[in-house]
C-alpha cells in the first residue's frame, strides 16, 4: 500500500497522473473533468459528485452568498481569460466571509471568499487564484485525495475530509473541503502560472500576494505582540505549503517566463471592486484584528485615500480606542469630509470619535449634519437621543 502512494505522489510530481487511463481508447477524445460533455467515470468519482451536488445545494440557498450578478459576472470573465472557454465547466460562489480562501470542488464547483476579493489588487493576482483552483479541478486532484485517503484508512477519514457539510448556514463559511498534499498545491500553483502566462496576465502576480499575505500576518503579530504566524503551516494554509516556499518558488518560476508586457488590469480590478470594498472593509474591520486592517487599507490607499477609505480607517481606530484612537479617528473623517462632505457616515464617524475624545459640543454638531444628510438613517433614533434634534 505505502508502494502505491509513492507511486502516486511521484505521478503527481511529474505532473502525468490526469486520466492517463482514459487516453488508452485512441477513438474516443480524452475526457477531462475540464471537458464539456465530462461525466464522473466510476464509482468513486460518481459518490464524491453526488456529495458535492448536495454541498453545492447548501451553498446556493446560504445567506453568505454573494449573488450581485455584475461581480459574480467579472470573476467569471477574469477566470474564463485565463483558462480559455473550459472555464463554462466551473460554477463561481462568492461567499461573504472575511478572509483569504478559495476552494474547489470535483463536480466544478469553486467556492471564492470575499476576503480574497479584498486581498487581490489586480486582475492579474485574482487570476492566479483562479487558475490555481481551476488546476486542482483539471488535474481531479481531489479524487486523487480521496482515493489516497481511502487506501491509507477507513471510512472515518472521508468522514473528516469533508468537515463543514451541514455547517454552511450557520457559519457561512466552508473551510479547505479538500486537504490536497504538497505536492498537489505545487502543481496547481506552477500550472497557474502557465495560464497566467498565456492569457498576458503577469505571472509574477502569484508570488506577490504572498508577498503580501506574509506581510500581513507580520501586522497582526505586530500589533498583537506576538511572533508572526507566516512561516507556520497551521489554520487556514494547514495543506498548503509554507507561504514563504511558496513564494519563492512561484518567483523563481515566474523568472522562467518570457519577458512581455504582460497585463496586471489594476485599473480594472478597482473598478469593478470600488462599490464592494465599503462592505468588505466593514467585515474586515469587525475581525477585530486591528494591524491587518491598518495594513490592508494602506494598500488601498496607495491608489489614492478616497474618502470612502479614509472613512474606512477613522472606524477601525474608533473601534480600537485606545489613547488618542479617537483623536485620530476624527482627524480621518474630517479628512474624509473635505474630499466628499456630503459622506453621511463620516460625519456619524466624527461626531461619536469626538464625543469619545472630550469634544461634546463639536460631536452633536457633527452627528445633526448627519441625520440632516442621512434622514432614513438605521440608528436615527438612538444619535437623536445623543444629539437632539435641530430645530
Ligand atoms: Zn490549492
Aim: aromatic content about 10%.
Amino acid at each position: 500500500m505505502k508502494y502505491k502512494i509513492a507511486l502516486i505522489l511521484t505521478l503527481m510530481a511529474s505532473g502525468s497522473l490526469c486520466s492517463f487511463d482514459l487516453r488508452a481508447n485512441e477513438a474516443q477524445p480524452a475526457l477531462t473533468p475540464t471537458a464539456l460533455d465530462y461525466l464522473p467515470q466510476d464509482d468513486d468519482e460518481r459518490g464524491l459528485w453526488m456529495q458535492m451536488d448536495e454541498l453545492e445545494r447548501e451553498v446556493k440557498s446560504s445567506q453568505s452568498l454573494i449573488k450581485d450578478p455584475e461581480l459574480n459576472a467579472y470573476v467569471r470573465k477574469i477566470l474564463c481569460n485565463t483558462v480559455g472557454d473550459t472555464c463554462g465547466r466551473v460554477r463561481i460562489y462568492i461567499m461573504r466571509t472575511p478572509y483569504f480562501n478559495a476552494s474547489m470542488a470535483p463536480n466544478g464547483m469553486m467556492i471564492i471568499w470575499s476576503g480574497l476579493l479584498l486581498r487581490t489588487e489586480n486582475e492579474a493576482e485574482l487570476a492566479s487564484v483562479l487558475g490555481h483552483e481551476f488546476s486542482h479541478f483539471e488535474k481531479q486532484h481531489s479524487l486523487q485525495s480521496f482515493r489516497n485517503i481511502r487506501q491509507k484508512t477507513d471510512a472515518m477519514a472521508w468522514m473528516s475530509f469533508v468537515p463543514y457539510v451541514g455547517m454552511i448556514g450557520q457559519i457561512g463559511a466552508i473551510g479547505s473541503i479538500f486537504s490536497f498534499s504538497r505536492e498537489m498545491e505545487r502543481q496547481a500553483d506552477l500550472v497557474s502560472l502557465d495560464y497566467l502566462a498565456d492569457a498576458g496576465y503577469d505571472p509574477n502576480a502569484a508570488s506577490d500576494i504572498w508577498r503580501r499575505l506574509r506581510a500581513e500576518m507580520d501586522a497582526t503579530a505586530a500589533e498583537r505582540k506576538r511572533k508572526s504566524q507566516k512561516d507556520d503551516n497551521g489554520g487556514f494554509f494547514a495543506s498548503h505549503p509554507n507561504s514563504g516556499e511558496r513564494m519563492e518558488y512561484l518567483e523563481q518560476a515566474a523568472g522562467k517566463k518570457p519577458p512581455k508586457n504582460y497585463m496586471h488590469g489594476q485599473l480594472e480590478y478597482r473598478r469593478a471592486m470600488a462599490k464592494w470594498w465599503p462592505l468588505l472593509i466593514d467585515d474586515q474591520i469587525k475581525l477585530n484584528d486591528f494591524g491587518a486592517t491598518e495594513f490592508l487599507l494602506g494598500q488601498l490607499g496607495e491608489g489614492g485615500w478616497t474618502p470612502q477609505l479614509l472613512y474606512a480607517r477613522g472606524e477601525l481606530y474608533r473601534a480600537r480606542g485606545k489613547d488618542d484612537d479617537f483623536a485620530k479617528a476624527a482627524g480621518f473623517y474630517r479628512q474624509s469630509l473635505s474630499g466628499d462632505a456630503g459622506l453621511p457616515e463620516s460625519w456619524r464617524g466624527l461626531g461619536l470619535a469626538l464625543i469619545r475624545s472630550g469634544d461634546r459640543t463639536g460631536g452633536i454638531a457633527a452627528l445633526r449634519r448627519y441625520l440632516r444628510a442621512s434622514p432614513e438613517a438605521f440608528d436615527r433614533a438612538i444619535i437623536e437621543t445623543m444629539a437632539g434634534t435641530d430645530e
